[in-house]
Nanobody, 124 residues
Framework: EVQLVESGGGLVQPGESLRLSCAAS????????MSWVRQAPGKGREWVSG????????RSTDSVKGRFTISRDNAKNTLYLQMSSLKPEDTAVYYC?????????????????WGQGTQVTVSS
């Protein structure tokens, strides 16, 4: 059974940073691309960033480029999202998600398993 457990969310002020982590189990982590997805209050889920199985190819949505960095440690079965220069519009529940293949997931349709999410709130 695929299990994805996010951690690292919290309340921060605009301009501050956070690092999210996702502990993966129940599948061969190094064989699959992974993504971060978020859902803001009252809105649908939005794909944020993706990374291929080897960690060599990453993609991000335009609104977070230059501010968010996705990475992974295959030895630790862990996915990360380093978020800097956070803005109030980044407030959302952030989900870790497993891709269907080894390539970099770039849409919600490329994903087949989800964690329970971690809340990120950016407010002064």
């Amino acid at each position: 059974e695929v299990q994805l457990v996010e951690s690292g969310g919290g309340l921060v002020q605009p301009g501050e940073s956070l690092r999210l982590s996702c502990a993966a189990s129940g599948f061969t982590f190094s064989n699959y691309g992974m993504s971060w997805v978020r859902q803001a209050p009252g809105k649908g889920r939005e794909w944020v960033s993706g990374i291929n199985n080897a960690g060599t190819i990453t993609r991000s949505t335009d609104s977070v480029k230059g501010r968010f960095t996705i990475s992974r440690d295959n030895a630790k079965n862990t996915l990360y999202l380093q978020m800097s220069s956070l803005k109030p519009e980044d407030t959302a529940v952030y989900y870790c998600a497993k891709g269907r293949r080894f390539t970099t997931p770039s849409t919600l349709a490329d994903l087949d398993s989800w964690g329970q999410g971690t809340q990120v709130t950016v407010s002064s």
